[in-house]
């Protein structure tokens, strides 16, 4: 199983460039199908509070991504904004959409906590469901569980996550450099934890308020850095062995251990 960690230098609000930017991206990274994608948070604008001008209303990003997917055959995370048509006065969410092949929308992720220190509740609600998908590849599968940037400091997402099976987690994000040394502490605790992969993508670059310097991870389930990037525009392509988590959950099943389960 192979995954693909798509650092980019977002466009500010400009859905058409950053879809051409992952296009680029994917040219040179050359997937093959049954590969995973994940793309950095709100891929398709940046971490923008405009939610009227961004949000995904047409399903412009939506569509653009089932068609990457079935085109190349593989299965993709990137959250966009999402807001609802028939109530236009409701808050917009953050939504990490995952597709697959044959225009197969395969679930959608809510983030759960938007950001109070920037911002983010005044634009957007927050979700209620942690949620978990399929990645099949070959003849392997492995149980994802996707989260979006913020959600990174709450472990019980985490933990809930693990409680539905997940064996690997999903992160897109645009964490700033201000905080950097927090989201690589974080990234490797949440895969030690739950003795669990943790694919953490950041973007790099600026937007009108924030620098970004990437630092996109992937960690094995015991805590072993796979690969990682700087602040270059670049993509991480990273070989997921299944086995690798079954196994070390059987050797020493730490996991099973846990004695609070009210998340």
Same mark, same amino acid.
Request: aromatic share 8%.
């Given at each position: 199983?192979?995954?693909?960690?798509?650092?980019?230098?977002?466009?500010?609000?400009?859905?058409?460039?950053?879809?051409?930017?992952? %296009?680029?991206?994917?040219? +040179?990274?050359?997937? %093959?199908?049954?590969?995973?994608?994940?793309?950095?948070?709100?891929?398709?604008?940046?971490?923008?509070?405009?939610?009227?001008?961004?949000?995904?209303?047409?399903?412009?990003?939506?569509?653009?991504?089932?068609?990457?997917?079935?085109?190349?055959?593989?299965?993709?995370?990137?959250?966009?904004?999402?807001?609802?048509?028939?109530?236009?006065?409701?808050?917009? *969410?953050?939504?990490?959409?995952?597709?697959?092949?044959?225009?197969?929308?395969?679930?959608?992720?809510?983030?759960?906590?938007?950001?109070?220190?920037? =911002?983010?509740?005044?634009?957007?609600?927050?979700?209620?469901?942690?949620?978990?998908?399929?990645?099949? *590849?070959?003849?392997?599968?492995?149980?994802?569980?996707?989260?979006?940037?913020?959600?990174?400091?709450?472990?019980?997402?985490?933990? +809930?996550?693990?409680?539905?099976?997940?064996?690997?987690?999903?992160?897109? +994000?645009?964490?700033?450099?201000? =905080?950097?040394?927090?989201?690589?502490?974080?990234?490797?605790?949440?895969?030690? %934890?739950?003795?669990?992969?943790?694919?953490?993508?950041?973007?790099?670059?600026?937007?009108?308020?924030?620098?970004?310097?990437?630092?996109?991870?992937?960690?094995?389930?015991?805590? %072993?850095?796979?690969?990682?990037?700087?602040?270059?525009?670049?993509?991480?392509?990273?070989?997921?062995?299944?086995?690798?988590?079954?196994?070390?959950?059987?050797?020493?099943? +730490?996991?099973?251990?846990?004695?609070? =389960?009210?998340?």
């Amino acid at each position: 199983m192979r995954a693909h960690l798509l650092q980019l230098d977002l466009v500010w609000e400009n859905p058409e460039a950053n879809h051409r930017l992952v %296009e680029k991206a994917l040219e +040179a990274a050359t997937p %093959e199908p049954g590969d995973l994608v994940v793309l950095p948070e709100l891929f398709d604008t940046g971490f923008s509070l405009n939610t009227n001008k961004n949000a995904d209303s047409t399903g412009q990003t939506l569509r653009f991504l089932l068609g990457l997917a079935d085109k190349l055959g593989i299965t993709i995370q990137g959250s966009r904004t999402t807001k609802s048509d028939t109530e236009p006065d409701t808050k917009a *969410s953050n939504n990490a959409t995952v597709v697959g092949p044959g225009q197969n929308l395969i679930c959608e992720y809510n983030k759960i906590h938007p950001f109070t220190f920037g =911002r983010e509740p005044e634009k957007f609600q927050g979700g209620d469901k942690v949620t978990t998908y399929d990645w099949p *590849s070959g003849t392997n599968t492995l149980k994802v569980c996707p989260a979006v940037c913020y959600d990174l400091r709450f472990p019980e997402l985490f933990r +809930a996550g693990l409680s539905q099976g997940a064996e690997l987690f999903a992160i897109g +994000a645009n964490w700033p450099k201000a =905080r950097q040394a927090h989201w690589r502490a974080l990234a490797i605790a949440r895969a030690i %934890e739950n003795q669990a992969f943790v694919l953490a993508v950041n973007r790099t670059g600026s937007d009108p308020h924030l620098s970004y310097i990437g630092g996109t991870i992937a960690i094995g389930p015991k805590g %072993e850095i796979l690969g990682e990037l700087g602040a270059e525009t670049a993509t991480l392509s990273i070989d997921i062995d299944p086995g690798s988590v079954r196994g070390w959950r059987r050797f020493f099943p +730490a996991w099973k251990d846990g004695k609070i =389960r009210n998340f």
